[in-house]
């Protein structure tokens, strides 16, 4: 099959077109023929080895953690799909090495969804983690109606989708981002405020006592964080780790089909849109990262078609 794939840590530099073999399929497990795969900033981190500590590494490292696609084959005893399903996915493993910027990508079964017919390959491939990730950390917040949300970086990947969520909790939600930004923010019901020096006195221009709660996803806020929130307030962050030490939770997402199911259900009914910022072919994986790093309206995603 081909693949980008990297054999060592490094930039972008190191990723290479390659032809690697199709992966088996183990029991309880399927293999997907890759339609579309998304690019998260856990994928640049992890080719530069900022999470050694954390996951083990077998080289050459295929990159990539969301995935759509159609069903290939399936292994022993997965009676729930069958060759030629629509299917998406949060691909991570407990190691990296096989990832979803091939051509075809076999993962537990457990933990793939099935696309409605009416979500397109491009909104279905860059859900999953953020969608995940989103539900997780309001979730995490214990959201309610009674509650006015600050997102840190409200329309990125994930705060996209957290905000929208969010709304249709019946919160009311402020987002930080840049002002360009701002009308499609303002689209989906959240107020924005732009980010950098100043953030907390605009914000209490918005929300005077402060806010409830605070979702952060992009790190370096928390001083902003703990200014803003009020007495009990409750906070997130998927970044940085030094919230622990602040009453706050860090979010790390797993792979849940059923849970993600309920999400591409969400975009079907139209409650719930992935904004796409830019579609690349395989072959510029690296101009998908690089574009990535450099912050991007929405989501990256890699045709793998292509």
Do not use: C
């Not at 979500?119 to 109606?145: F, I, N, Q």
């Not at 030490?245 to 079907?268: C, F, M, T, Y």
């Amino acid at each position: 099959m081909r693949a980008i794939a990297y054999s060592e840590y490094g930039d972008t530099n190191v990723l290479s077109l390659t032809e690697l073999p199709t992966p088996k399929v183990a029991p309880g497990s399927v293999l997907i023929k890759v339609e579309r795969a998304a690019v998260n900033p856990v994928d640049w981190k992890l080719m530069a080895g900022g999470l050694d500590p954390l996951l083990d590494v077998v080289f050459p490292v295929v990159p990539g953690w969301d995935v759509a696609g159609t069903i290939e084959a399936t292994g022993p005893d997965v009676p729930e799909f069958k060759p030629g399903d629509r299917v998406a996915a949060y691909a991570r493993k407990d190691f990296v090495q096989g990832g979803t910027y091939a051509e075809y990508v076999s993962i537990r079964a457990v933990d793939v969804a099935h696309v409605p017919d009416d979500v397109d390959s491009d909104s279905a491939a860059g859900l999953p983690l953020a969608g995940l990730t989103a539900l997780r950390s309001l979730e995490a917040l214990k959201l309610s109606s009674e509650d006015t949300l600050l997102i840190h970086a409200a329309s990125g990947g994930v705060g996209h989708l957290a905000a929208q969520l969010a709304v249709e909790m019946g919160a009311t939600v402020i987002g930080t981002a840049s002002e360009k930004n701002h009308d499609a923010l303002r689209d989906i019901g959240v107020t924005p405020v732009a980010y950098g020096e100043g953030l907390q006195e605009r914000v209490r221009e918005v929300a005077p006592e402060g806010v409830t709660a605070v979702a952060d996803f992009v790190g370096g806020v928390l001083a902003d964080t703990l200014a803003l929130l009020g007495e009990g307030g409750r906070h997130v962050s998927v970044t940085d780790s030094e919230v622990l030490e602040h009453a706050g939770q860090l979010i790390w997402v797993r792979p849940d089909g059923a849970r993600l199911e309920s999400l591409l259900q969400k975009i079907s009914d139209g409650k719930l849109k992935v904004d796409i910022d830019t579609v690349y072919p395989l072959t510029e994986a690296a101009a998908a990262m690089d574009h990535n790093k450099n912050g991007a309206r929405g989501k990256i995603i890699i045709d793998v078609t292509r």
